[in-house]
């Protein structure tokens, strides 16, 4: 099986649990409340759909375009826009009839789904299969260093003893507390073993993101050229795979973190490539692409570079430590939408293709599990944005009917959903562009 249909089958299930039980987060509690369910539909079914039932009220299926799924609840205002329905005299089984605090909590139903998932995945991901960590010299020669990071005292070959005091086997990557996080400290394990403190300022993780030293760190390892793909910059300037490569512009190469920093920070738009062939020192002329490759592939050449450890849970442990996971998901999720809302991040928003491509190329359940549960997350994170049509919306609307005694008119609550509809198209098209522009382009 190719890797794209590997990618796209897991990218599918994924989707399909998700909003099967995002779903029926709202359904259970509309039931709950006899409040008539008159669809629930995994997928949209636009004109027709692959498989439907009627059960009770209630017609389930599957529509043809998985962009999603819904429920459609009696008497609300919602994606299906049934304005005959909501000009009719209000049934008692209607949505619209029933209190303010049970319409909020059959509203807030699909995000608590999504949000238990997370949390209950990330349990059950650490009791089944544990978890991978590093102790500090897991990292054997240490870590290559960007630019943004020279700055503040971090030096090629440091190695990570603490985050915020908290022992680097205990605490996560350092790019992701640079990055989401408050960092106050790290303390360094220097090339000549001595430890030092180093502090960072608070906008540490906007400097990273607008230089594009993003990851801040890499762990440096040993490389040989595995090799050059057809049409390159390297091709071109006559690099060949059994070269060895020695340096660039005149700084040495001996790790792969040594070669992508010295093309992101070249001071040129063509680099002095300097190259062992047959025992022959040559120089090469090279123009790195604009995203700072020249079009090789690289070995490691030593796998003790970095090595993992690995803890077990017991399911107690599992549960304190998957809420602690959780946790900071969310916080971190929320943490991203400050570099969003920025033209270089608004530039790197996704869509489909780009959840897709994060996807294992081979199925791998842990994996697949752990961004199943990141997914979650999100979804529950976006479907609480207060833009009508969304969840989040709705909550909106019904918690200033709950403090203000007074409720949306049913025409404005149309117009509010038309809009917010707009919004929501036009930014799964501009995700989606992004994708295809991307895999045109880049």
């Known amino acids: 099986m190719s890797v794209f249909l590997i990618k796209a089958a897991q990218l599918l299930l994924s989707l399909s649990i998700l909003v099967v039980l995002h779903e029926l987060g709202h359904f259970i509690p509309a039931k709950a409340f006899k409040t008539r369910v008159e669809k629930f539909y995994l997928f949209f079914d636009v004109k027709f759909s692959l498989f439907k039932k009627k059960i009770g009220d209630t017609v389930y299926g599957i529509g043809w375009l998985p962009l ?15 304005t005959e329905q909501m000009a009719k005299e209000p049934q008692p089984w209607e949505f619209r009839s029933k209190p303010a605090w049970q319409r909020l909590i059959i509203m807030l139903g699909g995000v608590i789904v999504n949000f238990l998932l997370g949390f209950f995945i990330y349990m059950m991901i650490l009791f089944v299969w544990g978890e991978d960590y590093q102790n500090t010299d897991d990292v054997k020669y240490g870590y290559g260093v960007s630019k943004t990071m020279e700055q503040y005292g971090f030096k090629n070959g440091d190695k990570i003893v603490s985050i915020n005091n908290i022992p680097f086997a205990e605490a996560d990557n350092l790019s992701t507390y640079l990055m989401f996080r408050t960092v106050d400290n790290v303390e360094v394990k220097r090339i000549d073993g001595t430890i030092e403190t180093l502090k960072v300022p608070e906008d540490i993780g906007t400097q990273l993101f607008e230089s594009g030293d993003i990851p801040a760190l890499t762990p440096r390892e040993p490389f040989k050229l595995d090799s050059i ?34 093309l992101k920070n070249k001071e040129k738009e063509s680099v002095a490539l300097t190259i062992k062939r047959d025992s022959i ?89 752990q961004l199943t549960a990141f997914l979650s997350i999100m979804l529950a994170v976006l479907n609480l944005l207060p833009i009508p049509a969304l969840d989040g919306g709705h909550v909106m609307f019904l918690l200033y009917e709950m403090v203000s005694g007074r409720k949306p008119g049913d025409k404005f609550m149309e117009y509010a959903q038309m809009v917010g509809f707009f919004i929501i198209i036009a930014l799964v098209l501009f995700a989606n562009g992004n994708d295809i522009y991307k895999a045109i382009f880049e």
């Open 68 to 82: 999603g799924g819904y429920v459609k609840i009696s008497g609300m205002i919602d994606e299906s826009m049934d």
């Open 229 to 262: 793909i057809p049409g390159s910059a390297a091709e071109k300037a006559g690099l060949l795979v059994t070269d060895k490569i020695l340096s660039i512009d005149g700084k040495d190469i001996n790790y792969f973190s040594d070669l992508t920093y010295a």
């Open 281 to 369: 020192v040559k120089t090469l002329s090279i123009t790195p692409s604009e995203d700072y490759k020249i079009g090789v592939a690289v070995e490691r050449t030593d796998d003790s570079a970095v090595i993992y450890q690995h803890r077990d849970y017991s399911f107690g442990e599992s549960i304190s430590s998957g809420l602690s996971v959780g946790y900071w998901s969310i916080k971190d999720y929320l943490a991203q939408f400050q570099y969003i809302f920025t033209k270089k991040g608004a530039a790197q928003i996704g869509g489909f293709a780009a959840i897709g491509k994060m996807f294992p190329a081979t199925w791998n359940w842990a994996a697949f599990w």
